[in-house]
């Protein structure tokens, strides 16, 4: 049990020394929030001033059903397809530009996937 709080804890301090370092200016830009999990992907665009989640995806929107020939791509491809289109979402909305927040993940694999998907949907970070 206590190592299983420690970990919380220590998950916890990455996320807080990520996000210390994403306001230290005071941001006037949405940011890209990536969340996963061993199964899952989700992303937001959150506007921080108003608390207000602009846009969001899953790859539940990219895979389909298990049968479908969508359903057999590799996490990598998933999660580049991801950043296409939480991409597209923002420019609906008319949000180029945003800060990117990983979270307390680690800069590669499909974060860093996720991160080339939306510049090349055309964001700014």
């Given at each position: 049990m206590k190592r299983i709080l420690l970990s919380e804890k220590k998950k916890n301090?990455?996320?807080?020394?990520?996000?210390?370092?994403?306001?230290r200016?005071?941001?006037?830009?949405?940011?890209l929030c990536v969340s996963k999990?061993?199964?899952?992907?989700?992303?937001?665009?959150?506007d921080?001033?108003?608390g207000?989640?602009?846009?969001?995806?899953?790859?539940?929107?990219?895979k389909g059903p298990k049968g479908a020939p969508l359903g057999d791509k590799k996490r990598?491809?998933?999660?580049k397809e991801?950043?296409?289109?939480i991409a597209k979402k923002a420019l609906e909305k008319k949000?180029?530009?945003?800060?990117?927040?990983?979270?307390?993940?680690?800069?590669?694999g499909v974060v860093k996937m996720i991160a080339e998907g939306a510049r090349e949907g055309g964001l700014e970070f």
């Open positions: 301090l990455r996320k807080q020394r990520v996000k210390a370092k994403i306001f200016g005071g941001v006037t830009r949405p940011r999990t061993n199964k899952h992907i989700f992303l937001q665009i959150i921080d001033l108003k207000v989640t602009l846009a969001s995806a899953s790859d539940k929107e990219v990598m491809e998933i999660a991801l950043g296409g289109l949000v180029k530009q945003i800060v990117f927040d990983r979270n307390r993940f680690t800069y590669h």
